[in-house]
Protein backbone atom coordinates (compact mmCIF):
# COMPACT_ATOMS: atom_id res chain seq x y z
CA UNK A 1 0.00 0.00 0.00
CA UNK A 2 3.10 2.16 -0.15
CA UNK A 3 2.30 3.91 -3.58
CA UNK A 4 -1.21 4.05 -2.44
CA UNK A 5 -0.32 6.27 0.58
CA UNK A 6 1.43 8.33 -1.70
CA UNK A 7 -1.68 9.53 -4.22
CA UNK A 8 -2.84 13.09 -3.81
CA UNK A 9 -6.08 14.32 -2.94
CA UNK A 10 -7.56 17.06 -4.68
CA UNK A 11 -9.50 19.40 -1.49
CA UNK A 12 -11.62 22.21 -2.46
CA UNK A 13 -9.20 25.09 -1.67
CA UNK A 14 -10.36 26.95 1.46
CA UNK A 15 -11.40 29.82 -0.18
CA UNK A 16 -13.69 28.83 -2.89
CA UNK A 17 -17.45 27.97 -2.33
CA UNK A 18 -19.38 25.10 -2.08
CA UNK A 19 -22.30 23.11 -2.23
CA UNK A 20 -24.59 21.37 0.04
CA UNK A 21 -27.76 19.30 0.23
CA UNK A 22 -29.93 17.36 2.25
CA UNK A 23 -30.73 14.07 2.35
CA UNK A 24 -33.43 12.82 3.95
CA UNK A 25 -34.94 10.39 1.28
CA UNK A 26 -32.85 6.57 1.44
CA UNK A 27 -32.67 6.38 -1.83
CA UNK A 28 -30.77 9.92 -2.51
CA UNK A 29 -28.54 9.15 0.70
CA UNK A 30 -27.51 5.85 -0.98
CA UNK A 31 -27.80 7.46 -4.49
CA UNK A 32 -25.11 10.15 -3.17
CA UNK A 33 -22.94 7.48 -1.70
CA UNK A 34 -22.73 5.76 -5.08
CA UNK A 35 -22.26 8.98 -7.36
CA UNK A 36 -19.22 10.00 -4.58
CA UNK A 37 -17.55 6.59 -4.87
CA UNK A 38 -17.52 7.01 -8.62
CA UNK A 39 -16.62 10.06 -9.12
CA UNK A 40 -13.48 9.60 -6.46
CA UNK A 41 -10.46 9.58 -8.50
CA UNK A 42 -7.80 9.41 -5.52
CA UNK A 43 -9.15 8.26 -2.22
CA UNK A 44 -12.60 6.58 -0.59
CA UNK A 45 -12.08 6.95 3.34
CA UNK A 46 -15.01 5.34 5.07
CA UNK A 47 -16.11 5.72 8.45
CA UNK A 48 -18.91 3.80 10.06
CA UNK A 49 -20.49 2.42 13.27
CA UNK A 50 -22.77 -0.38 11.80
CA UNK A 51 -22.25 -1.44 7.83
CA UNK A 52 -24.14 -4.52 7.22
CA UNK A 53 -23.85 -6.98 5.24
CA UNK A 54 -27.25 -6.78 3.61
CA UNK A 55 -28.42 -5.74 0.65
CA UNK A 56 -27.31 -1.71 0.73
CA UNK A 57 -24.81 -2.99 2.63
CA UNK A 58 -22.94 -5.27 -0.23
CA UNK A 59 -24.33 -2.94 -2.80
CA UNK A 60 -21.93 -0.20 -1.28
CA UNK A 61 -19.28 -2.36 -0.79
CA UNK A 62 -19.61 -3.49 -4.29
CA UNK A 63 -19.22 0.54 -5.41
CA UNK A 64 -15.70 0.96 -2.74
CA UNK A 65 -14.39 -2.33 -4.79
CA UNK A 66 -14.92 -0.96 -8.25
CA UNK A 67 -13.45 2.35 -6.88
CA UNK A 68 -10.21 -0.37 -5.73
CA UNK A 69 -10.34 -1.36 -9.19
CA UNK A 70 -9.84 1.71 -10.88
CA UNK A 71 -6.48 2.01 -8.69
CA UNK A 72 -8.67 4.68 -5.78
CA UNK A 73 -6.68 3.82 -2.66
CA UNK A 74 -9.80 2.89 -0.23
CA UNK A 75 -10.03 2.60 3.30
CA UNK A 76 -12.60 1.42 5.67
CA UNK A 77 -12.98 2.08 9.61
CA UNK A 78 -15.58 0.48 10.95
CA UNK A 79 -16.24 0.29 15.19
CA UNK A 80 -15.85 -3.35 15.96
CA UNK A 81 -19.08 -3.50 18.34
CA UNK A 82 -21.20 -4.43 15.55
CA UNK A 83 -18.78 -6.08 13.60
CA UNK A 84 -18.40 -8.98 16.17
CA UNK A 85 -19.27 -12.37 14.19
CA UNK A 86 -21.60 -10.49 11.77
CA UNK A 87 -18.79 -9.89 9.30
CA UNK A 88 -20.79 -11.35 6.67
CA UNK A 89 -17.81 -11.97 4.38
CA UNK A 90 -17.05 -8.46 3.44
CA UNK A 91 -13.96 -8.22 5.11
CA UNK A 92 -12.50 -9.91 2.00
CA UNK A 93 -12.31 -6.21 0.55
CA UNK A 94 -8.94 -6.34 2.19
CA UNK A 95 -7.74 -8.83 0.12
CA UNK A 96 -7.68 -6.01 -2.66
CA UNK A 97 -4.26 -4.40 -3.07
CA UNK A 98 -6.21 -1.16 -2.80
CA UNK A 99 -8.29 -1.62 0.14
CA UNK A 100 -7.03 -1.76 3.95
CA UNK A 101 -9.80 -2.12 6.72
CA UNK A 102 -9.57 -1.51 10.56
CA UNK A 103 -11.65 -2.13 13.39
CA UNK A 104 -12.07 0.52 16.15
CA UNK A 105 -11.85 -0.77 19.99
CA UNK A 106 -11.64 -4.22 18.65
CA UNK A 107 -11.76 -6.94 21.85
CA UNK A 108 -9.28 -9.32 22.18
CA UNK A 109 -11.50 -12.08 23.09
CA UNK A 110 -13.11 -12.19 19.86
CA UNK A 111 -13.80 -15.71 19.17
CA UNK A 112 -16.26 -15.97 21.81
CA UNK A 113 -18.03 -12.79 19.82
CA UNK A 114 -20.16 -11.10 22.46
CA UNK A 115 -19.96 -13.35 25.04
CA UNK A 116 -16.25 -12.25 25.31
CA UNK A 117 -16.85 -8.70 24.68
CA UNK A 118 -18.75 -8.85 28.17
CA UNK A 119 -16.48 -10.76 30.07
CA UNK A 120 -13.87 -7.87 28.70
CA UNK A 121 -15.94 -5.38 30.17
CA UNK A 122 -16.75 -7.84 33.36
CA UNK A 123 -12.89 -7.78 33.88
CA UNK A 124 -12.05 -4.69 33.79
CA UNK A 125 -12.18 -3.09 30.37
CA UNK A 126 -14.42 -0.98 30.47
CA UNK A 127 -13.36 1.05 28.22
CA UNK A 128 -14.89 -1.36 25.83
CA UNK A 129 -18.45 0.80 26.72
CA UNK A 130 -17.02 3.46 24.30
CA UNK A 131 -17.67 3.48 20.97
CA UNK A 132 -16.97 5.00 17.42
CA UNK A 133 -20.43 6.57 16.61
CA UNK A 134 -18.75 8.52 13.37
CA UNK A 135 -20.88 7.82 10.13
CA UNK A 136 -18.49 9.33 7.34
CA UNK A 137 -18.17 9.34 3.41
CA UNK A 138 -15.22 11.06 1.71
CA UNK A 139 -14.04 11.34 -1.37
CA UNK A 140 -11.02 12.88 -2.60
CA UNK A 141 -11.33 15.66 0.36
CA UNK A 142 -13.69 17.01 -1.71
CA UNK A 143 -17.05 15.38 -1.32
CA UNK A 144 -18.20 14.38 2.45
CA UNK A 145 -21.68 12.56 3.53
CA UNK A 146 -22.08 13.11 6.99
CA UNK A 147 -25.58 12.61 9.38
CA UNK A 148 -27.30 9.83 11.30
CA UNK A 149 -26.88 7.08 9.12
CA UNK A 150 -24.98 3.89 8.98
CA UNK A 151 -24.66 1.34 6.34
CA UNK A 152 -27.79 -0.81 6.04
CA UNK A 153 -31.12 -1.38 4.33
CA UNK A 154 -33.33 0.40 7.27
CA UNK A 155 -31.07 3.19 6.81
CA UNK A 156 -32.01 3.17 2.76
CA UNK A 157 -36.00 2.58 2.80
CA UNK A 158 -34.96 -0.74 2.09
CA UNK A 159 -36.35 -2.68 4.90
CA UNK A 160 -39.31 -4.89 4.93
CA UNK A 161 -40.06 -4.31 8.65
CA UNK A 162 -39.16 -1.48 9.94
CA UNK A 163 -36.62 1.68 8.06
CA UNK A 164 -35.51 4.50 10.09
CA UNK A 165 -36.35 8.27 9.07
CA UNK A 166 -32.63 10.03 9.09
CA UNK A 167 -31.18 12.98 7.26
CA UNK A 168 -27.48 13.27 6.33
CA UNK A 169 -25.79 16.57 4.86
CA UNK A 170 -23.77 16.18 1.40
CA UNK A 171 -20.92 19.12 1.13
CA UNK A 172 -18.65 19.67 -1.72
CA UNK A 173 -16.74 21.86 0.11
CA UNK A 174 -13.64 22.64 1.88
CA UNK A 175 -15.00 20.64 4.55
CA UNK A 176 -14.40 17.45 3.42
CA UNK A 177 -11.24 18.05 3.81
CA UNK A 178 -11.57 18.73 7.86
CA UNK A 179 -13.48 15.49 7.61
CA UNK A 180 -10.73 13.86 5.44
CA UNK A 181 -8.22 14.64 8.94
CA UNK A 182 -10.45 13.49 11.50
CA UNK A 183 -10.73 10.47 9.20
CA UNK A 184 -6.70 9.99 9.45
CA UNK A 185 -6.74 10.89 13.44
CA UNK A 186 -8.78 7.91 14.04
CA UNK A 187 -6.67 5.64 11.09
CA UNK A 188 -3.79 6.86 13.09
CA UNK A 189 -5.40 6.10 16.60
CA UNK A 190 -4.11 3.16 18.80
CA UNK A 191 -7.05 1.94 19.17
CA UNK A 192 -7.67 1.20 15.19
CA UNK A 193 -6.15 -2.47 14.55
CA UNK A 194 -5.58 -3.85 11.17
CA UNK A 195 -8.07 -6.78 10.54
CA UNK A 196 -5.07 -9.17 10.41
CA UNK A 197 -4.12 -8.15 14.05
CA UNK A 198 -7.63 -9.64 14.55
CA UNK A 199 -7.21 -12.61 12.81
CA UNK A 200 -9.64 -11.78 10.35
CA UNK A 201 -8.90 -14.15 7.25
CA UNK A 202 -8.69 -12.36 3.82
CA UNK A 203 -7.21 -12.83 0.75
CA UNK A 204 -7.54 -13.08 -2.85
CA UNK A 205 -9.30 -16.79 -2.84
CA UNK A 206 -11.82 -15.00 -0.72
CA UNK A 207 -12.02 -11.45 -2.84
CA UNK A 208 -13.07 -13.60 -5.51
CA UNK A 209 -15.68 -15.26 -4.30
CA UNK A 210 -17.01 -11.68 -2.98
CA UNK A 211 -16.67 -10.59 -6.37
CA UNK A 212 -18.88 -13.08 -7.82
CA UNK A 213 -21.86 -12.72 -5.12
CA UNK A 214 -21.63 -8.77 -5.15
CA UNK A 215 -21.74 -9.11 -9.45
CA UNK A 216 -24.32 -11.65 -9.19
CA UNK A 217 -26.43 -9.52 -6.87
CA UNK A 218 -26.35 -6.12 -8.43
CA UNK A 219 -28.22 -7.44 -11.65
CA UNK A 220 -31.16 -8.71 -9.30
CA UNK A 221 -34.33 -6.95 -9.56
CA UNK A 222 -33.86 -5.49 -6.11
CA UNK A 223 -30.74 -4.24 -6.66
CA UNK A 224 -31.13 -2.24 -9.46
CA UNK A 225 -33.97 -0.06 -8.10
CA UNK A 226 -30.98 1.31 -5.98
CA UNK A 227 -28.09 1.21 -8.51
CA UNK A 228 -30.08 3.21 -11.00
CA UNK A 229 -31.96 5.53 -8.44
CA UNK A 230 -31.37 9.17 -9.62
CA UNK A 231 -29.07 11.18 -7.71
CA UNK A 232 -31.83 13.40 -7.13
CA UNK A 233 -29.93 15.60 -4.31
CA UNK A 234 -27.14 17.03 -6.71
CA UNK A 235 -30.20 19.07 -8.64
CA UNK A 236 -31.23 20.36 -5.06
CA UNK A 237 -27.26 21.63 -3.89
CA UNK A 238 -26.89 24.74 -2.34
CA UNK A 239 -24.27 26.65 -3.00
CA UNK A 240 -22.31 27.70 0.76
CA UNK A 241 -20.14 30.52 1.79
CA UNK A 242 -16.56 28.42 3.29
CA UNK A 243 -17.12 30.17 6.43
CA UNK A 244 -20.23 28.79 6.80
CA UNK A 245 -19.37 25.05 7.02
CA UNK A 246 -17.56 23.19 9.37
CA UNK A 247 -16.71 20.06 10.63
CA UNK A 248 -17.56 18.98 14.35
CA UNK A 249 -16.05 15.94 15.63
CA UNK A 250 -14.44 14.30 19.08
CA UNK A 251 -10.71 13.67 19.18
CA UNK A 252 -10.36 9.60 19.32
CA UNK A 253 -8.75 9.97 22.60
CA UNK A 254 -12.47 10.02 23.92
CA UNK A 255 -13.19 6.69 23.32
CA UNK A 256 -9.68 6.18 25.47
CA UNK A 257 -11.42 8.18 28.23
CA UNK A 258 -8.67 10.42 27.67
CA UNK A 259 -10.49 13.91 26.10
CA UNK A 260 -13.97 15.39 26.65
CA UNK A 261 -16.33 15.95 23.76
CA UNK A 262 -15.80 18.10 20.96
CA UNK A 263 -19.39 18.48 19.97
CA UNK A 264 -21.78 19.23 23.52
CA UNK A 265 -19.71 22.54 24.19
CA UNK A 266 -20.51 23.68 20.61
CA UNK A 267 -23.92 22.58 20.71
CA UNK A 268 -24.50 24.18 24.31
CA UNK A 269 -23.22 27.55 23.24
CA UNK A 270 -25.94 27.70 20.05
CA UNK A 271 -28.48 27.00 22.60
CA UNK A 272 -27.58 29.57 24.48
CA UNK A 273 -26.89 32.31 21.60
CA UNK A 274 -30.85 31.43 20.80
CA UNK A 275 -33.00 34.37 20.36
CA UNK A 276 -35.98 33.10 18.68
CA UNK A 277 -36.15 28.97 17.81
CA UNK A 278 -34.59 26.41 18.83
CA UNK A 279 -35.44 22.59 16.76
CA UNK A 280 -34.04 19.64 18.03
CA UNK A 281 -34.93 15.72 16.70
CA UNK A 282 -32.69 13.39 18.57
CA UNK A 283 -34.41 9.49 18.57
CA UNK A 284 -32.76 8.82 21.52
CA UNK A 285 -33.42 12.16 23.82
CA UNK A 286 -31.84 12.21 27.73
CA UNK A 287 -30.90 15.65 28.34
CA UNK A 288 -30.36 15.06 31.70
CA UNK A 289 -30.22 17.63 33.82
CA UNK A 290 -28.23 20.57 32.97
CA UNK A 291 -29.44 20.64 29.30
CA UNK A 292 -32.85 19.83 30.24
CA UNK A 293 -32.73 23.13 32.49
CA UNK A 294 -30.79 25.37 29.93
CA UNK A 295 -33.80 24.34 27.59
CA UNK A 296 -36.58 25.18 29.97
CA UNK A 297 -34.62 28.34 30.93
CA UNK A 298 -34.73 29.16 26.81
CA UNK A 299 -38.20 28.97 26.79
CA UNK A 300 -38.63 31.26 29.74
CA UNK A 301 -36.75 33.68 28.30
CA UNK A 302 -38.77 33.68 25.48
CA UNK A 303 -37.37 31.14 22.80
CA UNK A 304 -39.53 28.23 21.09
CA UNK A 305 -38.62 25.04 21.91
CA UNK A 306 -39.47 22.04 20.26
CA UNK A 307 -38.47 18.74 20.66
CA UNK A 308 -38.98 15.29 17.97
CA UNK A 309 -38.01 12.35 19.56
CA UNK A 310 -39.42 8.30 19.36
CA UNK A 311 -42.84 7.17 20.75
CA UNK A 312 -42.07 3.97 23.18
CA UNK A 313 -43.63 2.31 20.06
CA UNK A 314 -41.58 3.26 17.35
CA UNK A 315 -37.99 3.06 19.42
CA UNK A 316 -35.64 0.56 18.43
CA UNK A 317 -33.77 0.96 22.00
CA UNK A 318 -36.49 0.54 24.63
CA UNK A 319 -34.41 1.17 28.06
CA UNK A 320 -33.61 4.84 26.34
CA UNK A 321 -37.27 5.93 26.52
CA UNK A 322 -36.94 4.99 30.11
CA UNK A 323 -34.49 7.40 30.90
CA UNK A 324 -36.61 10.37 28.40
CA UNK A 325 -39.40 9.68 30.26
CA UNK A 326 -37.92 10.92 33.60
CA UNK A 327 -37.95 14.36 31.76
CA UNK A 328 -40.72 14.52 29.60
CA UNK A 329 -43.94 16.01 32.22
CA UNK A 330 -41.40 18.54 33.39
CA UNK A 331 -40.80 19.74 29.71
CA UNK A 332 -43.88 19.77 28.73
CA UNK A 333 -45.10 21.64 31.68
CA UNK A 334 -42.03 24.58 31.81
CA UNK A 335 -43.71 25.18 27.72
CA UNK A 336 -41.46 22.63 26.05
CA UNK A 337 -42.81 21.35 22.86
CA UNK A 338 -42.53 17.62 22.86
CA UNK A 339 -43.72 15.19 19.33
CA UNK A 340 -43.00 11.59 19.59
CA UNK A 341 -43.12 9.55 16.38
CA UNK A 342 -45.24 6.93 15.71
CA UNK A 343 -44.31 3.45 14.52
CA UNK A 344 -47.24 3.36 11.78
CA UNK A 345 -45.74 7.01 10.54
CA UNK A 346 -47.18 8.34 6.67
CA UNK A 347 -45.07 7.95 4.51
CA UNK A 348 -42.52 5.34 6.39
CA UNK A 349 -43.12 2.82 3.97
CA UNK A 350 -40.15 2.31 2.33
CA UNK A 351 -38.92 0.63 -1.46
CA UNK A 352 -40.23 -2.76 -0.67
CA UNK A 353 -43.36 -2.57 1.18
CA UNK A 354 -42.30 -1.71 5.38
CA UNK A 355 -45.11 0.22 7.34
CA UNK A 356 -42.79 0.66 10.29
CA UNK A 357 -40.95 3.50 11.33
CA UNK A 358 -38.33 4.69 13.77
CA UNK A 359 -36.65 8.20 13.88
CA UNK A 360 -33.24 8.14 13.91
CA UNK A 361 -31.81 11.69 12.69
CA UNK A 362 -29.68 13.29 14.65
CA UNK A 363 -30.39 17.37 14.14
CA UNK A 364 -30.89 20.74 15.41
CA UNK A 365 -31.91 24.02 14.07
CA UNK A 366 -31.44 27.59 15.64
CA UNK A 367 -33.13 30.92 15.02
CA UNK A 368 -33.39 29.54 11.08
CA UNK A 369 -29.57 30.34 11.21
CA UNK A 370 -27.60 27.41 12.22
CA UNK A 371 -27.80 23.77 11.36
CA UNK A 372 -26.53 20.75 12.87
CA UNK A 373 -26.78 17.19 11.49
CA UNK A 374 -24.69 14.44 12.10
CA UNK A 375 -24.49 11.52 14.87
CA UNK A 376 -24.97 13.22 18.08
CA UNK A 377 -27.94 12.13 19.83
CA UNK A 378 -29.01 14.72 23.33
CA UNK A 379 -28.16 12.08 25.45
CA UNK A 380 -25.38 10.90 28.13
CA UNK A 381 -23.64 8.24 25.65
CA UNK A 382 -23.30 11.05 23.21
CA UNK A 383 -21.99 13.68 25.69
CA UNK A 384 -19.57 11.52 27.35
CA UNK A 385 -18.77 7.99 26.21
CA UNK A 386 -19.02 7.33 22.57
CA UNK A 387 -17.27 10.07 20.03
CA UNK A 388 -19.42 11.67 17.50
CA UNK A 389 -18.95 14.05 14.50
CA UNK A 390 -21.45 16.42 12.71
CA UNK A 391 -21.96 19.07 10.05
CA UNK A 392 -22.35 22.64 11.06
CA UNK A 393 -23.98 25.61 9.22
CA UNK A 394 -25.20 28.53 9.34
CA UNK A 395 -26.71 28.84 5.54
CA UNK A 396 -30.72 30.34 6.03
CA UNK A 397 -31.65 28.48 3.08
CA UNK A 398 -30.87 25.18 4.25
CA UNK A 399 -32.31 25.78 7.83
CA UNK A 400 -35.23 26.53 5.90
CA UNK A 401 -34.97 22.96 4.25
CA UNK A 402 -34.19 21.60 7.35
CA UNK A 403 -37.20 23.82 9.70
CA UNK A 404 -39.53 22.03 6.50
CA UNK A 405 -38.30 18.36 7.50
CA UNK A 406 -38.94 19.32 11.45
CA UNK A 407 -41.90 20.26 10.57
CA UNK A 408 -43.26 17.64 8.26
CA UNK A 409 -41.88 15.02 10.70
CA UNK A 410 -44.16 16.75 13.98
CA UNK A 411 -47.70 16.64 11.80
CA UNK A 412 -49.95 14.37 13.58
CA UNK A 413 -49.93 11.93 10.24
CA UNK A 414 -46.49 10.77 12.00
CA UNK A 415 -46.03 12.20 14.84
CA UNK A 416 -48.08 12.62 18.37
CA UNK A 417 -48.17 15.85 20.21
CA UNK A 418 -47.72 14.89 24.04
CA UNK A 419 -49.74 17.47 26.41
CA UNK A 420 -50.27 17.97 30.00
CA UNK A 421 -53.77 18.16 30.99
CA UNK A 422 -53.43 18.60 34.65
CA UNK A 423 -50.91 15.81 35.62
CA UNK A 424 -52.21 13.61 33.32
CA UNK A 425 -50.03 12.81 29.67
CA UNK A 426 -52.20 12.84 26.75
CA UNK A 427 -50.99 12.17 23.14
CA UNK A 428 -52.73 13.73 20.48
CA UNK A 429 -52.54 13.89 16.71
CA UNK A 430 -55.42 15.95 15.79
CA UNK A 431 -57.90 13.62 15.06
CA UNK A 432 -57.65 11.13 18.05
CA UNK A 433 -56.24 11.33 21.80
CA UNK A 434 -54.69 8.87 23.50
CA UNK A 435 -54.79 9.13 27.47
CA UNK A 436 -52.66 8.81 30.74
CA UNK A 437 -50.25 5.75 30.34
CA UNK A 438 -51.04 4.46 27.20
CA UNK A 439 -48.00 5.01 25.70
CA UNK A 440 -49.65 4.49 22.14
CA UNK A 441 -49.27 1.53 20.42
CA UNK A 442 -46.60 -0.03 23.11
CA UNK A 443 -46.70 -3.84 24.05
CA UNK A 444 -46.60 -4.16 27.86
CA UNK A 445 -43.45 -5.51 27.22
CA UNK A 446 -41.94 -2.11 26.31
CA UNK A 447 -44.10 -0.27 28.74
CA UNK A 448 -42.63 -2.66 31.62
CA UNK A 449 -39.13 -2.16 30.34
CA UNK A 450 -38.79 1.50 30.18
CA UNK A 451 -40.30 1.85 33.61
CA UNK A 452 -37.90 -0.25 35.50
CA UNK A 453 -35.26 1.83 33.40
CA UNK A 454 -36.72 4.94 34.59
CA UNK A 455 -36.38 4.03 38.26
CA UNK A 456 -33.11 2.55 37.86
CA UNK A 457 -29.61 4.45 38.31
CA UNK A 458 -28.44 4.00 34.92
CA UNK A 459 -28.75 7.26 33.00
CA UNK A 460 -25.02 8.26 32.50
CA UNK A 461 -25.03 5.01 30.17
CA UNK A 462 -28.19 5.53 28.24
Known amino acids: MTEAALLPRTEVPPGE?????LLADGLDAFASRVAAARGAQHTLDLQYYI???????????????????????VRILMDDMFALNRTYGLTALNGHPMVQMRRFNATRWRRWGRWGLLLEIAFGNWHLNRRMHNKAWIADGRVVICGGRNIGNRYFDASDDFNFRDLDVVAESHAAADAAAVFEAFWASPLSQPIEALRIRSGPRRLRRLRRRL?????????????????????????????????????????????GSAVAPVLEELF??????????????????????????????????????NSLAATDVIAVHGGYAR???????????????????????????????????????????????????????????????????RQPALARLARRHFARLATGARSWRVRLAGRRLVWDDGTSAADAGSEPGATRFRRAVALLVRVLPVESQL
Open 327 to 393: YRARLIAAGVEVYELKHSAEGSAGVFGSRGASLHTKAVVVDGRAVFVGSFNLDPRSANLNTEMGVLT
Open 17 to 21: PGRIA
Open 51 to 73: WQGDLTGRLLAREALKAADRGVR
Open 272 to 309: AAARREVLLISPYFVPGQAAATQLMGLVGAGVRVAVIT
Open 215 to 259: ERLSVTREAKIFLDAPDRAGRRMLDIDPDAIEILADPPDKAAGLA
